[in-house]
């Protein structure tokens, strides 16, 4: 293709890309109940989209895969926020959480080595059911099926290590 025939296709594609980055707008403004969060999350789709192209995959139909690209990315941040909440609950069970922002930080890194070193004294499959479960978010059935074991033994493993945790609060 020439630069006149190219540069001809190119307002078109500009005029595509301008309809559907608005209306990938308006609809994860809808799911997310935030313009500004749905602007980041279709800028991001694009460029993803614009990598693969770069990268030579072929991509069918532009629009649904903008689509699928923002859902995943709505799922992946629900999950990231999801495990974050998760360690934040797990981190609570070490220690209370009230301190300024430096010391904060500070004291979240202090935790979290106690709760390394209370996992590292736990018989293995107690620690690694309370790991499955609290930081990686597995329902029982999940890490009972991940570890050979019926979702009671994990819920039994799962109960002793939060107590585990809690005992050795104070210390």
Do not use: W
């Amino acid at each position: 293709m020439s630069p006149p025939e190219a540069g001809a296709l190119a307002v078109p594609l500009a005029r595509a890309a301008a309809r559907t980055y608005a209306e990938l707008v308006n609809f994860f403004s809808r799911s997310l109940n935030d313009r500004d969060a749905a602007r980041d999350l279709v800028q991001e789709a694009f460029t993803r989209l614009l990598a693969m192209q770069a990268g030579g995959a072929p991509v069918a139909d532009d629009r649904a895969l903008l689509y699928r690209v923002g859902k995943n990315l709505v799922v992946s941040d629900a999950r990231r926020r999801a495990a974050e909440e998760r360690m934040l609950q797990t981190l609570a069970l070490v220690g209370p959480d009230s301190a300024p922002s430096v010391e904060q930080q500070v004291d979240a890194r202090q935790r979290l080595e106690r709760l390394m070193a209370r996992l590292a004294v736990m018989p293995r499959k107690r620690r690694e059911a309370f790991i499955l479960v609290r930081i990686y978010g597995y329902s029982y059935a999940e890490a009972g099926h991940a570890m050979g074991l019926n979702a009671s033994a994990v819920d039994r493993h799962v109960v002793r290590a939060v107590f585990d945790c809690m005992r050795h609060r104070g210390s």
